[in-house]
C-alpha cells in the first residue's frame, strides 16, 4: 500500500490495484435537464480533454466516446465549496482529511472545487503559502486558496501584494476570535481592509467577539463546567452579532466588500441583511451544518459524540438554523459552505477535561450537496436554478473564476455532477469517504443522490465507487477585482467631492 491507499477509494492510475477509470476523453451527457444558475433545458453536454465544447440537444458523436445517459435527471455544475480547511495545523494537532482524502470525499458528494484557507507559518505569508502548495500536491480536483492574516507590518503588507499579484490569491480572512492563536484586533483589521481594498482582494471575517469568548470560557470554567456543552455557552450569538456588526460597519468606513465566513445566528444574519439593504456590498456564507443541526448535540452524555459538534461560531438553536435557511432562499445570505475541518475521536479526546482544548471543527464536505438539495430543493425553499447558484455559480463569481468553474458552458471546465432527484442518499460514518471516525450527520437520508461525478473531464464517481487520481487536480488561480469591486472606485470619487473644502480660521 502507498499513502494514499484509504479503503472505499479507487485509484484511477496505479496504487492499491483498482483498475482505471471507465472512461474516455470524449463523454457525452445524454438527455438530461442541464440547470444553470441562469436557465435551465433539456440538452446533451459534450466533453472533450477536460472541456465543455458543446451543450445543445442531440449532439451527434462517433463511437469512442464514453456515453452516460441523464434522462430524467439533472446534469449541473459540480460544487464549489468556498471554504475548507484540509491538512490544517490548529489547536495543537492536523486535521486529518488532507489533500487527498478531503477532496476524495468531496467528489464522492458532487463537489469538484475548493478554496482552502492558506494559514501563515510564522507570521509568513509566503511561507504558508508554500506550505499548503506542498500539502495539495497530492490533489484530485481542483482548490484555490484564500491566506488568513494574523499579524501586521510592513512586511505582511507586502507580502499581501504578492500573494494577489503573483500567487493567485484574492481573499484574505482575517480571525477575529481564537484569542492567543490566529486572533487579530481592530486595529489590524482597519489596516487589513485598506490593503485589500488597494489589492482587489476581498475581506473575510470570522466574526466572534474574541476578548469576550475568553471571558465567556473562564466563566465556564469557574462554574465548573469543562465538558463541550461549555464551548456554546461561551460563545452566545450576541458576540458573533456584535463583531459581525463590527466588521461592516469597518467595511463600510473604508469603503470595501466584506465576505462573512460561517454565518451561524440570526444575530449575524440580521446585520448582513440590514448592511444590504442600505447598499453595502456584504456577502454572508452559511454551512451547512449550521443550516441544518441544532445545538442539542454538544449536551450528549457521550464525550465523543458531543466533541464532534464542537466548533466556532457554535451550532446554534434550532431556530437559527430554520432562518437562515430563509434568509438563503430570499438572497439575504449568498452561498453555502463547509468549513470542513475534521479532527477524529482521538484528536477531540485533547479537551477530554476542557473544552477550550477540544480542536474546534465540524464535517460536511462530502455532504453538503446532498444535505443543501434535501434541505432547499425538496422542501419547497428554492428552485432548482437556485441551488446551482448557492452551491457553485455563487463562488466562481466571488471569486472571480466565472464562467471557467460554476457552469455548464461551452468554454467552461467540465466539473459536472449528474443528480438523481427520485434517488435517495444516507449518510453514515461506515460509507463516507473522509478519515475521520464520525459523522456530526450521522443517519440523515434525504431524497436526491449524486449518481457521478465528473471532474477536469473524468468520470471520477459512478456506481457508488471511487476513481481518483493524485495529482490530478489543479491550482485555480482566482484574480483580483471581482464584480464586488465594480463602482468602489465612484461612490469614492462622489464621497471626496462631497467634502466641503476646509474652513479657514483666522487667528
Ligand atoms: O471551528 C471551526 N470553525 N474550525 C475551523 C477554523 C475556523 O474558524 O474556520
Ligand atoms: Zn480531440
Ligand atoms: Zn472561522
Ligand atoms: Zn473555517
Known sequence: TNQFCDARIGYG??????????????????????????????????????????????????????????????????????HT????????????????????????????????????????LIAGFEAYEERAEKSVMDYGFHMAVTK???????????????????SFK???????????????????????????????????????????QKRMIELGITGPEGHAL????????????????????????????????????????????????????PIVAGLVL?????????????????????????GHGKALQAALSTGILQLVGTDHCVFNSTQKSLGIDDFRKIPNGVNGIEERMHLVWDTMVESGQISVSDYVRITSTESARIFNIYPRKGAIL????????????NSSFEISTSTHHSRTDTNVFEGRRGKGKVEVTIAGGRIVWINDELKVTPGSGKYVKMPPFSYLFAGIDKVDAMYFSSLKAPVKRAW
Open 174 to 216: 482575517f480571525f477575529m476570535a481564537y484569542k492567543g492563536a490566529l486572533m487579530i484586533n481592530d486595529v489590524l483589521l482597519l489596516e487589513g481592509l485598506k490593503k485589500c481594498k488597494s489589492l482587489g482582494a476581498l475581506a473575510m471575517v470570522h466574526a466572534e467577539h474574541g476578548d469576550a469568548v475568553f471571558e465567556g
Open 294 to 318: 441544532d445545538d442539542s448535540g454538544p449536551w450528549d452524555p457521550d464525550f465523543v459524540t458531543a466533541a464532534k459538534y464542537v466548533m466556532s461560531p457554535p451550532i446554534r438553536a434550532a
Open 13 to 82: 492510475d496505479s496504487g492499491c490495484g483498482v483498475s482505471a477509470a471507465a472512461s474516455s476523453s470524449k463523454i457525452l451527457i445524454k438527455g438530461g435537464t442541464v440547470v444553470n444558475a441562469h436557465h435551465q433545458e433539456i440538452a446533451d453536454v459534450f466533453v472533450e480533454h477536460g472541456i465543455i465544447v458543446d451543450v445543445k440537444p442531440n449532439i451527434k458523436i462517433g463511437d469512442d466516446v464514453t456515453v452516460l445517459d441523464a434522462t430524467g435527471k439533472f446534469v449541473m455544475p459540480g460544487g464549489i465549496d468556498p
Open 85 to 124: 480547511h484540509l491538512a490544517f495545523d490548529f489547536m495543537g494537532t492536523r486535521t486529518i482529511d488532507d489533500f487527498f482524502s478531503g477532496q476524495a470525499a468531496a467528489l464522492a458528494g458532487g463537489t469538484t472545487m475548493h478554496i482552502d484557507f492558506a494559514i501563515p507559518v510564522g507570521g509568513s
Open 152 to 170: 501586521w507590518d510592513d512586511t505582511v503588507s507586502k507580502e499581501m501584494e504578492i500573494m494577489v499579484n503573483e500567487k493567485g490569491i484574492n
Open 410 to 421: 461551452a468554454g467552461s471546465d467540465a466539473d459536472i455532477i449528474i443528480l438523481n432527484p
Open 234 to 285: 461561551s460563545r452566545p450569538a450576541v458576540l458573533e452579532g456584535e463583531a459581525t456588526a463590527r466588521a461592516i460597519r469597518l467595511a463600510a468606513f473604508v469603503n470595501t466588500p466584506l465576505y462573512v465566513v460561517h454565518v451561524m445566528s440570526i444575530d449575524a444574519m440580521e446585520e448582513i441583511a440590514k448592511a444590504r439593504k442600505s447598499g453595502q456590498k456584504v456577502i454572508g456564507e
